[in-house]
């Protein structure tokens, strides 16, 4: 048996992914998808979290690839061999937790015989199986139950199925996150269940390129990386593409027919959920939960593009604060719609969104947790390199202090102003509950045109998360943000409102 400094091997920092393979398969045992009891050897999806994961991970994976099981069987070894090791499974329902224990019982069940001496149970019940000699133990919850974890050192947590956690997931989960020591490992899987909840929020933290401060490490596992799923194609038949969708699939992903014929049938079976059950883009995968307001086809269709763009790749992952697509021309153009959030380190983001003036084709943005003197500062000088642009800003709440910075402290006097009722205007953009409708509206239409002006991951996914509300309003889900969504708008309803005395400003 493993046992002493040798753990180290299988476990530690630099643990070798080959050793715990093989150790996994010589002592543990799985019910395969025929019912057979069989070694556990790695499969494709498994294989390559195993290389890639860290102390902190987030999952995010189409249904059944045995990622769970992977797990389960690291932190049962884990708990067997290292002494005093306490870990935690936690699933979104009892059935679950259930159906996760039994897999770790099978694994004690049918361990090697030379192992059965010194593992021994001192306690075994439905939710928890105790070590004796190596002060151990192996305890499976639900997100339902309160008192989790409570009183507990947890050195290996698990949270499956995190997106359909019940009651107030992100309290759950902070709980236990207190729980688990900087040495610990923590691991939060999930198939997606609507954006906005608690799971999309840590997926949407770890992959933003807004946020490189992000505590888990993302890992995506689409459908088709399971070898089981496929389907053979009928003797005597020809196979060819459908469509430009399934045509794209086997030239860029390099899909078999025989996987493409397995899409097929999941989409007769599953409809409009088989993005979400069977995952093929972290975009796209999770559908928008709610009533959103803008064409989430649209959006996940232009994110595809510009994930597989080689213009767009570097952007597309840049955690940069300021981001430029394209440079200012000599003789164009250009407005700036702005945000203002109030720059707290935990808060909104103060957001610009630059536009081609005459095409309305996003040429930068900016989003960024900067104090708001800051924020005057470098729009002032954003507008400044886009040839002047028109700097309109959001004048609600902290936008009047900008605006003030803008004018008396930058001199920036390209300002957008506002005409009043009583024809006189003012600097800035006021939101109300006609203009922002306004806003909303215009970007809205540039998604439906195919959003092909729009450059920016960070400003789609906030689209595809922004909602109608309980209240009849129009926002975030909870937990998200939409920054970047009002700068923009801000941006295509001043460009969008011809040639009344409120643009005469734009004109040189």
Known sequence: M???????????????????DWLAAVTLKIRDREGWRTPLWPNAAQQRYARHRTRRNIILKARQLGITTWIAARFFLKTILVPGTVTLQVAHTLESAQQIFRIVQRFLEFLPEEWKDVII???????????????????????GNEHAGRGLTIHNLHASEAAMWPHHPAETMAALLAA????????????????????????TRATSPAT????????????????????????????????????????????LPEQILFRRQLRTRFGALAPQEFAETPADCFLASGNPRFDVLAIDARLRF??????????????REIITWFDPLPGKSYIIGADVAEGLSDGDYSAAVVIDAESGLQC?????????????????????????????????NHGHTVLFALQNQFGY?????????????????????????????????????????????????????????????????????????MAAGIAFAVRGAGAGPQLASIRR
């Open 212 to 255: 490189a401060e992000a505590a888990f490490t993302p890992h995506f596992f689409p459908w088709w990386i399971e070898e089981g799923y496929r389907m053979p194609i009928p003797a005597g038949r020809e196979f060819a593409p459908a469509n430009e969708d399934e045509a794209r699939l086997m030239r860029d992903l390099q899909l």
């Open 2 to 20: 493993v046992s002493g400094p040798r753990v180290e091997r299988y476990f530690g920092p630099g643990a070798c992914v080959e050793c715990f």
């Open 364 to 396: 930068a943005e900016l989003l960024a947790r900067w104090p708001l003197s800051r924020f005057a500062e470098e729009l002032a000088r954003l507008g400044r390199r886009y040839n002047h642009a028109v700097l309109a800003v959001e004048r609600n």
């Open 413 to 485: 006097r390209r300002l957008y102003r506002q005409a009043s009722e009583q024809g006189e205007s003012t600097a800035g953009w006021l939101t109300t509950s006609l203009s922002k409708p306004q806003a909303i509206g215009k970007l809205d239409q540039v998604l439906r045109e195919g959003g092909a002006c729009l450059c920016s991951r960070r400003l789609l996914e906030q689209c595809r998360a922004y909602s109608y509300l309980r209240d009849g309003e129009t926002g975030a889900l909870p937990g998200m943000h939409d920054d970047l969504v």
């Open 306 to 319: 510009l994930a597989q763009c080689p213009h767009w790749q570097q952007q597309f992952a840049s955690a």
């Open 121 to 143: 149970t001192s306690r075994a019940n439905v939710r928890e199986i105790a070590f004796a000699l190596q002060d151990s133990r192996y305890i499976v919850d639900t997100a």
């Open 180 to 203: 688990v020591p900087t040495a610990g490992t923590v691991e939060i899987e999930s198939t997606p269940r609507g954006a906005g909840g608690y799971f999309h929020q840590e997926w």
